[in-house]
């Protein structure tokens, strides 16, 4: 609904919008079971696998031990999927979900455009919006009872006074339906101002006058808005994708359950193979509400919402200058920046504590620093000396975790990193020594689940811990020369920053996820999406030929009907390289249970992509340089992130059409067009293999070489040389 009035100088705008979101679904992606052969499931990460081969390469050790996950053909990781009616019922394997999700939304908006002066236009507007927090109309729809955000906020603080916060949390029924509290709050301060101005000067004569033309020849534009992201309706869908709390939930086998001695995991059996039957899988009963998953250290994967979401909001302004010239051609410069703030991104509410010492030894991240040190410079284990933190939290860890009380408490956590050559354990997972396998249960002073919590090792939360800013500078040129000829040449070159450049629709741990919650802005960097510079430009170009044209304006009509008529259009676009995925650790989680940290290069290293010769095209020039310029991530890292970059990209399309007018009839037309995608057939690698083979990090990176199929591009950007013709008659 709009209404406009016009006063004087002064149009005046009033609006209105309503929008009425129903999303109804059914679901199967949670509807089965599932069991893999997962190498990184067992025990110390998966190291059993390899541990007892000798001889393996470096860079080789995570290739073999998907292999001898393979030949073991056993179910290290299996999953139970079990899904509940509105009533509480288990409902069968393989059965659909079924939701209706809602929401409203209202806008609302003034705005007044002030012609101030012949040559200046001012405008002032205002919005507000209003999202009502989505719901699902049938009351299948559950929250945690205390508020994932403030429940972050204890765990943070009980680390800092070194006392572990490892309350449960309790899940219970929410929403309209069953007359409870949504996901999240309604955000009732959505305001948007806007102000903007346009400004054509006209100075007549002298130099102002020659630099900014008379009559209009040039325009100065200036404006700020404050805008709003609606959210709810794709973050609901992710999370009842996502989510197993409620109706649905998982039950999965913790990792490091089983070895290749003494716990073996069970046999793949056939296709098809019932996964509820086997060791560790409990079916339920019906559902009764609230329900508290148990706090027996299963070190459950899992994902919410935080109900301390509020919108996230934009900051844009710009402005520039265009110029009209001679021969009809027009030039316009621009900047434009944009700021968000309270953007969504997931980060993990149950971030494993670095727990500080309560006597003054410091927290885990230095702690674990040094050791480290320790490990880098290859000590002796009879060498090293103590280090406060764990002398002072982890008293008689020699005899309690390695049956020997000679060593001291340092000298045990150091021989679990330690390497094999000074009779050390050589794991360098630091998720998995603060694991209940090994340090979370042995500290006698903060007690058992020092560092994880008992019921979840991971929760990722979507939260407004999103920000991103971008700049750019633009340059246009336009001419438009009669009717025969229009140009556009478009340049930008630009910066964007974020720490998180997921969607709501990303997944719970993808590409919005924060590795280390604790320490948001180390995620910080160029936006995956970032293309530093584009240049594009496009013509439309009518031939002089034929009647009316310059050239054989007389032609007789056969001369006419083969020459006359035709039109060119082309389309060029380049652009530099976009962030590639940098080196991440292949077989460590240093920071988070569930998502692995980036490298951290030790020595300058850029790209320099080869296409290749009697190896595969790379992105390196020199793999093993690169490989080696990188060290593993320590606790606490989150690593490099987006520090090298593709190749840039280059495409030129041509088309060519005309219409012939058939001699029966005028309204009876033969149009042939034709066009050609990339004529150049240039084609720039750019896909490359992002997996623990083409990007991963083995233990010691700096020490080692890598895979043979390290930086590897596997695609190109775009497509091949495509060309098609068509004819059309219309009649």
Excluded: C
Excluded at 347 to 355: E, S, V, W
Aim: aromatic share 12%; proline share 6%.
């Amino acid at each position: 609904m709009i209404y406009s009035w016009t006063k004087g100088d002064h149009t005046l705008q009033f609006g209105a919008n309503l929008r009425l979101i129903r999303n109804k679904r059914t679901s199967f992606e949670s509807a089965y079971d599932d069991a893999i052969a997962n190498p990184s499931f067992y025990e110390a990460s998966g190291a059993v696998l390899s541990r007892p081969i000798s001889g393996i390469a470096s860079g080789f050790a995570s290739p073999v031990r998907a292999a001898v996950s393979a030949v073991l053909g056993r179910f290290s990781q299996y999953s139970a999927n079990f899904n509940f009616d509105a009533d509480g019922n288990l409902l069968p394997a393989g059965e659909g979900i079924g939701r209706e999700f809602a929401s409203e939304e209202y806008d609302f908006y003034a705005q007044d455009v002030w012609k101030a002066s012949p040559n200046l236009t001012l405008t002032f507007g205002l919005r507000y919006g209003l999202s009502r927090p989505v719901y699902e109309t049938n009351g299948l729809q559950v929250k945690p009872t205390v508020s994932l955000g403030e429940y972050f906020e204890r765990r943070k603080a009980g680390a800092l006074a070194g006392q572990p916060y490892n309350e449960p949390i309790t899940v219970d029924l929410a929403g309209p339906k069953n007359n409870r509290p949504g996901y999240y709050e309604w955000d009732k301060n959505n305001f948007q101002p806007r102000v903007a101005f346009a400004y054509s000067p006209d100075f007549k004569t002298g130099f102002l006058g020659k630099l900014f033309g008379t009559n209009g020849d040039s325009v100065i534009r200036g404006g700020f808005a404050m805008t709003n992201d609606y959210f709810g309706q794709q973050l609901a869908v992710q999370f009842d994708l996502n989510s197993t709390l409620g109706y649905s939930s998982t039950n999965t086998v913790a990792a490091n359950t089983y070895n290749v001695t003494t716990r073996p995991a069970p046999l793949f059996t056939g296709f098809g193979q019932a996964i509820r039957t086997l060791p560790g899988i409990t079916t339920p009963a019906s559902l009764v509400f609230p329900l508290t998953t148990p706090s027996d250290e299963a070190e459950r994967i899992e994902s919410s919402l935080d109900d301390t979401l509020i919108t996230p909001t934009n900051y844009s302004w710009n402005a520039s200058f265009s110029r009209r010239l001679p021969a009809g051609i027009v030039v316009e410069a621009s900047y434009i920046g944009r700021s968000a703030r309270a953007l969504l991104g997931t980060r993990d509410i149950m971030q494993l504590n670095n727990l500080v010492d309560p006597r003054g030894g410091g927290d885990w991240y230095t702690a674990a620093g040094r050791l480290a040190d320790l490990r880098a410079a290859n000590t002796p284990i009879g060498s090293v000396g103590p280090i406060p933190y764990f002398e002072n939290l982890f008293p008689g860890l020699g005899d309690s975790l390695l049956g020997d009380p000679s060593l001291s408490a340092t000298q045990s956590a150091y021989t679990l990193v330690a390497r094999e050559d000074v009779d050390g354990f050589d794991i360098l997972d630091w998720t998995y020594v603060q694991s209940n396998d090994l340090l979370d249960d042995l500290s006698s002073v903060v007690g058992p689940n020092a560092f994880f919590h008992p019921q979840y090792a991971a929760f990722a939360t979507f939260s407004n811990v999103g920000s991103s800013d971008y700049h750019a500078a633009t340059l246009s040129v336009r001419q438009r020369f009669g009717q025969s000829l229009s140009m556009d040449l478009n340049s930008s070159f630009s910066k964007s920053m974020d720490n998180g450049s997921g969607l709501q629709s990303s997944g719970s741990y993808g590409a919005a996820f924060i590795i280390n919650a604790l320490r948001v802005d180390d995620n910080r960097s160029v936006s995956d999406f970032d293309l530093r510079h584009i240049l594009n430009a496009n013509v439309v170009y009518q031939l002089p030929f034929g009647r009316g044209q310059r050239f054989l304006s007389g032609a007789p009509s056969v001369v006419n009907a083969v020459l006359g008529g035709w039109q060119i259009t082309n389309i060029v676009r380049v652009n530099s390289g976009r962030p590639v995925q940098t080196p991440f650790d292949a077989a460590q989680w240093a920071t988070n249970w569930n998502a692995q940290s980036n490298g951290v290069r030790i020595r300058p290293i850029e790209a320099a992509s080869t296409k290749g010769g009697t190896g595969a095209p790379n992105l390196f020039s020199d793999p093993q340089a690169a490989y080696q310029s990188f060290r593993n991530a320590r606790a606490g890292e989150t690593g490099d992130r987006n520090v090298f970059r593709r190749p840039g990209y280059f495409t030129l399309d041509l088309g060519f059409g005309k219409n012939f007018s058939l001699p029966w009839s005028e309204t009876h037309v033969l149009q042939l067009r034709g066009e050609v995608f990339n004529l150049t057939n240039t084609q720039r690698l750019g896909v490359l293999a992002e997996t623990r083979e083409g990007l991963g990090l083995g233990q010691d990176p700096d020490l080692n070489d890598p895979a043979p199929s390290f930086g590897n591009y596997t695609g190109i950007q775009g497509a091949p040389r495509v060309m098609q013709f068509g004819l059309r008659y219309t009649f």
